[in-house]
């Protein structure tokens, strides 16, 4: 029975596939069946794969691996066809709904049969999102999908289509770690990308980021790869005016900033793709407060000229950046002397962290392009770093104190030793 | 006059004349080995600068996990001269436990311990027993990062003992893990308990020094040593050394104050390379090299009853070196000591390099 309802489900168009996927299910769990027992069915797909070599046994050797297979499906589930006949023919007749391999074009579909299936989603995976299909035919890869295009990625592009794993699993493609060089297959080959008119080099400027270190050296998986930026399933570059807000999804005071900042009308008119123009997109390199200013390396001067005001701002806030970066290496430096001297600095290092946080802050308030905001920010910041100066040069002083202080001891503790000595030798001359 | 008075108003009335007799007679024996004595009192006179400097950090400690960290910081940083006292708190600390390992020495290697002088050695060895709790319990107050992961380490080794193991366990740290509660207990172990059975103790010691007098090496016995007065003329040479002791711990706590590190925090992970004390380093060591199993019996299991056996042994050597107690010569315990001193620093060096 369940078998005519497999090939109902696969002979007949999508309505009537839930239908079929229904009753399916409805046959497994009514009668006490779960999709496990089913594994230990004859399978001849496995049964005959398994003895085959090349290509056609590797479904049958991942499929150990595989998400489905784990949750007790089998090849007829998405293949069709009749695993409980040994004839090849009568197993693999069309008659029983079996597709084989199919297209590329067909693979959206083909795996959207059940995943965009709410219904059939929730009792596998209640949390897992059921418009990856829908979303995918939103990005560039699903547009060209079917504007023809059968050489860009569609679902098995990236999942795999054997020995699929679940995207929490360390060894899928998808795992955040991997993702990165999952895109790469494609996106780093100049051949493969030749027709499309793309940069094939953002995989390498991507390793040499920050978010890459990030994410592969302090392993923070939170931290971003592709997908974070371009989306997944619907994979396309951020817009020039809606970059910051791709960034401010972890960058948030940052993008709040600069969207009620004065550039954000100027980058708009400009056209001027507002976080990267100045950050950079797949090399985004930890920022310095030399970006900022009228130096060599600021990303100011690209804009604004001599004389002008923003000159003039950029010019104010690097002087404010590195006149508390100043007093805080200085205070640090100090406190770190007094420290190796044997000085108890402790609470006036904790302290400096207030400073090293005003710092931070003001680096982010950078993004408001406002001198007096930065001031507010700057100011507390250098009257901490300077106490902590003040702190190391107590410290230090100190120490002198004590040296003194142990010279004149010293001093005294050798004459009353010397003077023992003469009062036992006084005794001992006597006697 | 007026002192004549006073003297015999005080012996009327507490005996003074006896004990002043006493030391009016007391001599010490003058021979090649004769500085090795002076150990004995650098150490007592050690012992007194830990309770002057402890009672004096009571003043300011606060023993709880909360407060004992800033109570020790507001002592290095706030009270007048409260770094110095508690430097000299530290470092005299570890003097005396060195001077004491060199008086202990000195006493076996003279055989000191011969009749009638083998309780003089027990209660000796039962003192290095006492010192080494001082200088365990001692070294969590602070409740900083290290003290707190030794101290896990070390009681966590204190539970290999057997039998009684899992007890002492839970009875040194006050519960399962080191917390608080350990550092309370900890704190009474240091400041009451251990100062209190200490006192017993020394007194004992002290007072079978005075009973039997200065031991001299074997090889000196019965022969016609030249003698000096205790009273001024050792008396007055151990003043020197307590002077010139007094200025070595100025000198160490002004130039190489005693550090404060960062406060415990029982979620961190145990800082890299974590090791005890110089003075429990060799044992450490040992039981870092043991395997973990050693026949049927766990490794660490195994080395803590090898180290207790062994204290016990050492306690017992005046009963068991019988051939020096009848006057002949041990080689065996003198290979025996040599050998211990040879173990006790390789292994605190190899402890120290790896």
Known sequence: MERMLSAKRWGRGRSKGR?????????????????????????????????????????????????????????????????????????????????????????????????????????????????????????????????????????????????????????????????????????????YMKGYRLPHDQYDRYKRSAHARALYERQDL????CNDCHGNHGAVPPGATSVARVCGQCHVRQSELFHTSPHKAAFDALQLAECVYCHGNHDVLSPTDEMIGTGERSVCISCHTPGDAGYQAA?????????????????RAILDRA????????????????????????????????VKELESAIR?????????????????????????????????????AALLYLKIRELEGRS | MRVETWRSWLDERLGTAAVREFLRAKEVPIHRHTIWYYFGGMTLFLFVVQVVTGALLLLYYRPSAENAFESVQFIMTEVEFGWLIRSIHSWSANLMIAT?????????????????????????????????????????????????FATKVGTDIAGDVPLIGP???????????VTGATLTRFFGFHVAILPGITTIVLTVHLVLVQKHGMSVPPSLEGKNLRTMKFFPNFLLRDLVGWVLAVGALAALAALFPWGLGEKADPFAPAPAGIKPEWYFLFMFQTLRLLPARVGIIEGEVFGVTLFLLGGIFWMLVPFLDTPTSSGWRSRFFTGLGVGLVFYIVAMTVWGYLT
Request: glycine share 8%.
């Open chain 1, 19 to 191: 239908r079929g996927r229904a009753l399916l299910l409805l046959a497994l769990s009514g009668f006490g069946m779960n999709a496990a027992p089913a594994q230990q069915k004859k399978d001849s797909c496995v049964e005959c794969h398994a003895a085959l070599e090349g290509p056609l046994a590797e479904p049958v050797a991942v499929m150990k691996e595989d998400i489905h297979r784990q949750r007790g499906f089998s090849c007829a589930e998405c293949h069709g066809g009749d695993p409980s006949s040994d004839d090849l023919l009568a197993a693999k007749d069309p008659k029983t709904g079996f597709i084989g391999r199919p297209s590329p074009r067909a693979i959206p579909a083909f795996c959207g049969r059940c995943h965009s299936d709410a219904e059939f989603m929730k009792r596998y995976n209640p949390a897992l999102r059921v418009d990856q299909e829908r979303e995918y035919f939103t990005s560039i890869h699903g547009k060209r999908l079917r504007a023809g295009d059968t050489r860009v990625a569609t679902c098995t592009s990236c999942h795999g289509a054997h020995g699929i794993r679940s995207a929490h699993h360390p060894l899928s493609p998808v795992y955040p770690l991997n993702v990165a060089e999952t895109c790469a297959r494609c996106h780093a080959d100049a051949t």
């Open chain 1, 222 to 225: 939170s931290a971003p790869t």
């Open chain 1, 315 to 331: 010019e104010r806030m690097r002087a404010l950046l590195d006149e508390l970066s100043h007093e805080l290496e200085r205070a």
């Open chain 1, 339 to 370: 420290e190796r001297a044997g000085m108890e600095v402790s609470r006036a290092k904790f302290e400096l962290s207030q400073a090293h946080d005003a710092l931070t802050h003001a680096r982010v308030l950078v993004h408001a392009f406002s």
């Open chain 1, 380 to 416: 507390p910041g250098l009257d901490v770093a300077r106490r902590g100066y003040q702190a190391g040069e107590k410290a230090l002083a100190e120490l002198t104190y004590r040296r003194k202080g142990l010279a004149v001891s010293l001093l005294f503790i050798l004459v009353l």
């Open chain 2, 100 to 148: 004491l390992f060199v008086h202990m020495f000195s006493a076996y290697f003279m055989k000191a311990y011969r009749p009638p002088r083998e309780l003089t050695w027990v209660s000796g060895t039962v003192l290095l027993f006492l010192v080494l709790a001082f200088g365990f319990s001692g070294y969590l107050l602070p409740w900083n990062k290290l003290a707190f």
């Open chain 2, 167 to 177: 007890f002492l366990l839970r009875f040194l740290r006050g519960g399962d893990e």
